[in-house]
């Protein structure tokens, strides 16, 4: 853990802290932020993962409240309780279950009430998607026109249909995670706007849609008024309740009843941390424009595209439109690639040389990355390093395709193998995959700007966005500036601004925003290798032709 608390002068009036809480898919991270914006302690914490069978992720809500209370109680310890002003949660959108005395249930055949998560990158509720989908339901046009095996309805619809005694009928709540961890912090069953709109097809003007719960088998969620689901909703950033449990707070070390804040998706506390800085003085595109010129992009295990608009805008195979999702007032739209930094360490840790990789990284004391990075560097020669990849290409869906083609069949394709086995082949192939990483996000920005979305200036966060390599290749293959908050930790950062705002330190969202998200450094394209990126943007739409031609073929037998 890093501490890097600031001291104040008896003479300095005090700094307000928040503290930001930010459950990832591996694991739990604090930390305790200023009203500036600075990360001044960070703390993490590892949480377990299940994977019973394939596509089945699950979790423990009890042990993904521990870690919260373990990493809390890191960063907040030696500073003065009256400094700490609110609490703000974000997390995956996983599904937890508990019974109607809030005790974790099983989501398993196997009976463990422990493992009461289905994770979001569970995808063991495809039959359940499909059906769903092919009700064309009104409102399926508000997740791109499909929606996907990770949303919430599909997983309910599978518990049903697979522990219908064991789970559904003892079922009292169904939580998104980070609503769980606000009524954990509170006692008080709200629901997040961001949450019930995202992922479980609410509407900020029309609630829920009985017809569409009736529609899809799982009309008993509707007879008790969305009890088990949700019918008292917030924004995010709104005070929940009367703040911090008594007992929530000796669990956090914390003071009880500081301000907790309507919680956010982790990928949205990553946008809000970002999303609104002030730009002035960078030569940025975005400046002196709205903030509807930026599209946010958190990348870790998977990536998501963040766009906010003023009217609505339907944009196919991609999320969305939202109303106030993210930032209060504006339509949000989210694309998203499923494996990211999961697709890269697949890649990297198969590869035949990977354990040649892991000696000499260590020998020189470097990650595995920044030494594949140096590694291409000696390799590349005279060349640009991206043009290193001349002939060999990647399609990087190796766990299906969320946008822009939201099709969970699609596969993963390599072209341009050969029998060597050495770590060039290795440095070569992480770097194509990358590269298919960011075709992807092309081809995500380009549908969101044929549909009315004007993007100028990406603004990255998240694990991936320390990888240089990965982020050069960002800004080159879109052709756009790529900025780094100044705070690498950008999603806690916008879990503390829900902390802050709950406080009522700030009038509004978009005033933390701009406080509280600072720009560090910002990326150029390099405009002379356009050509060659755009001959493998050719390349990459016609793997995804071929993949389609080839199972038509195999149909076709």
Known sequence: MRVLLKMHSKKQAPLKYYVGIDVGSASVRAALVDEFGTVVAHADQPIQIWEPQPDHYEQSSADIWAACCLVTKKVVCGVDASWIRGVGFDATCSLVVVDKQFQPLAVNCEGQNYRNVIMWM??????????????????????????????????????KENLQESCWEKAGYFFDLPDFLSWKATGVTARSLCTVVCKWTYTSD?????????????????KDKYEKIGNHVLSPGESVGKGLTPEAAKDLGLPAGIAVAASLIDAH??????????????????????????????????????????TPIFVPGVWGPYFSAMVPGLWLNEGGQSATGKLIDHVVRGHVAFPELQSKAAASAHSIYTYLNSHLDLIKKSLPVGFLTVDLHVWPDFHGNRSPLTDLTLK???????????????????????????????????????????????FLCGGLSKNPLFVQMHADITGKPVVLSKEVESVLVGAAILGACASGDFVSIQEAMAKMGKVGRVVQPNHEHKRFYDKKYEVFLKLVEHQREYRSIMNSF
């Open 269 to 310: 506390a990553g946008g809000l941390g970002v999303i609104g800085a002030d730009v002035k003085g960078y030569n940025l595109p975005c400046e002196n424009e709205p903030i509807t010129s930026r599209v946010a992009m958190i990348c870790g295990t998977s990536s998501c595209h963040m766009g906010v608009s003023e």
């Open 122 to 159: 569970d995808h063991r509720a495809v039959s359940q998607v499909e059906r769903i989908n092919a009700t064309q339901h009104r409102v399926l046009s508000y997740v791109g026109g499909v929606m996907s095996v990770e949303m919430q309805p599909p997983k309910l619809l599978w518990i």
């Open 412 to 458: 993963g394709m390599v072209v341009g193998l050969t029998l060597s086995r050495g770590l060039d082949e290795l440095a070569l192939i992480y770097l194509a995959t990358i590269q298919a990483i960011a075709l992807g996000t092309r081809h995500i920005l380009e549908t969101m700007q044929a549909a009315g979305h004007h993007i100028n200036t990406l």
């Open 206 to 222: 029309g609630g829920w849609d009985d017809s569409f719960w009736k529609m899809i088998g799982l009309e008993d969620l509707v």
